[in-house]
């Protein structure tokens, strides 16, 4: 599956729940999205909090699918092709020097 067709699917769930709406109670903005974003990704560090290795990875996928939702909607709604932001990233990080010996 691409990324297109997950960002089509997400949009699709948030406009079932009427979330795009101007009267919405969750307002798809940037910012409530970065919030969203940010909780979610904490809900992630607790299946390490006590361990190496998460007790429960059903829950733990649950938790990474929330995170990329969020990520996805945040680039969709901010026009920014996450693919294409993905790679220039790598691709900057190929020529960083990561340690100083």
Do not use: C
């Amino acid at each position: 599956m691409d990324i297109k067709t997950l960002e089509e699917a997400m949009h699709k769930f948030v406009a079932s729940k009427g979330w795009y709406e101007a009267d919405s109670k969750r307002p798809q903005t940037p910012r409530n999205l970065a919030i969203s974003l940010v909780l979610e990704a904490s809900e992630v560090l607790e299946h390490f909090q006590w361990g190496e290795q998460s007790s429960d990875p059903e829950e733990l996928a649950s938790e990474l699918a929330d995170v990329m939702l969020y990520l996805l909607q945040i680039a969709s709604i901010s026009d920014i092709d996450l693919a294409e932001a993905v790679m220039t990233k790598l691709d900057k990080n190929y020529h960083r020097t990561w340690d100083k010996d």
